[in-house]
């Protein structure tokens, strides 16, 4: 015998569960709707009561349809044996055949014969609907019934129909003369039986459909509050989470439910608003100082006679508390965009706007060149510093991804009723599949994520929140392998009217 260790006995019980759950699994209708799923329940359950009431009616019909007949051959079978008494043998013939033929009935479904035989079994007289060798006895038969019992048997004639027939000895006063057999059709049973079968299967299937249909409206009324869960849910943002289901009145369940989900917006949105003031608190606190060092460097540099070591560390080190800032604006204006912050609107002259941020990066990585193209005088209305940050991060992204060698060039112009910012570079380019998620926060490009490269993801996306922020927006063009070019459109400030010339 193979005794199993505790882990093998342990394995064996999961292999069953697993199995079990398998089998179960189809049951379960995992895969259809709540909804759907109520409705065939309802359905399935009222069919199997109604099979279970139709399997009762049946046995309790078949037993009273067939208790009626066993009630009528017992009395038919009293009245031919006291006819026959009063014929007082089996000789008279004649008579013995009126009686049969008067108690006899052909023709389904109540048809009824009689057949008498004497003591050895041979007939007497008989129905002539019938061959009395169908309910011959065989001899031990014929000793039981001659002894006093009576024998109920099913027989089943070539014609198809089937009697019930029933065998009792035959006396005249003490004297045993034969037997006599009366059989009954059990037409009737079949046939009602068989009407009650087509009754419940077609009531049956009619009742379940109903149920089906009835199951799935109730269980549509009963989900529909999940249902605007499922939709408050699905429009919830982290930007906006001041959404609530607010449902009053559910049934107990769901309006726990719909009540636990607005509690947890309202923490999460707390949650939410806490970190959003600590980003904007924090940039707030760090720009400053980090602005005020950036100064004092530039005023260092301005000292001619400065070894070139130190000025090239100094200017390194410049270079590093610009990246700092502007990474930091980066978090005060995503901190802004999501308190719905609309930008202040002044005049901005952005020919000068691409001028400071050209003088500001050219020196970021010399290995690359920077520079200035076609530049139209233009003035859109806005907030200079978004506008600013906006052309500084996509410039910023050029010079991280373009290799050394490379170019970045920065130019203005009209086009029709809007100013045309273009920051073209001769990267790396970025793959097609890329382009639609560019602008999201926090989307990095996988070769950019897995090349190290620093960044947070963030920089497109605020540009993009500056441009539309503006009645602007941003779009991109990519040569894989080639490089890209970002296009910033601008609605151009009205044109001052002659009076205000
Ligand atoms: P990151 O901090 O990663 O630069 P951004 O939001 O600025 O975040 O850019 C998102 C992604 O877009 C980058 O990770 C990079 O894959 C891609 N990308 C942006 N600008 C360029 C560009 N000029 N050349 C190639 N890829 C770029």
Known sequence: ?????????????????????????????????????????IALSLALTLVAIFLTLRFAMAGTLTGDIDADLSESLQQVSAQVAIIGSLEDRTNLQDVVDSYSRAGLPSSFVVVIRDTHGAVRASSSAINPEALALDPEELQEVLAGDSIIRKVQLTDGEDLRVRSDRLTVGQELIGVVQVGASTEVVSRTLSRLQTIMLIGGAGAAVLALVIGYWLSRGALRPLERVVKVAAEIEASD???????????????????????????????????????????HELRTPLTALRGNLDVLLMDRWMDPEVRNNLQRMSGEVGRLIRLVSNL?????????????????????????VYSQTKGLRPEITVKLGHEDQVTVEGDRDLIKQMILNLIDNSLKYTPAGGKVTVSLGRD?????????????????EELPHLFERFYRGPSTAAGGTGGAGIGLSIADWIARAHGGEISVESYPGKGSRFIIRLPLAPEPRASER
């Not at 505790?6 to 909804?35: E, K, N, Y």
């Not at 029709?416 to 097609?432: L, N, S």
């Open 332 to 356: 005060l204006y995503l901190a802004q965009a999501d308190t719905g912050r609309e930008p202040h609107r002044h005049p901005i002259e952005l020919d000068l706007v691409c001028l400071e």
């Open 1 to 41: 015998m193979k005794v199993l260790g505790a882990r093998a006995v342990d394995q064996q019980d999961r292999r069953l569960a697993t199995r079990a759950r398998r089998l179960w699994r189809p049951l379960s209708l995992g895969f259809v709707s709540i909804r759907w799923r109520l409705a065939i329940w």
């Open 416 to 432: 029709g009723a809007d100013a045309r910012i273009v920051v073209e570079d001769t990267g790396r380019g970025i793959p097609p």
């Open 241 to 283: 989470l001041s959404k609530r289901i607010g449902a009053k009145g559910e049934p107990g369940e769901v309006q726990r439910l719909a009540d636990t989900f607005d509690a947890m917006l309202e923490r999460l949105g707390r949650a939410f608003e806490q970190q959003r003031d600590f980003v904007l608190d924090v940039s």
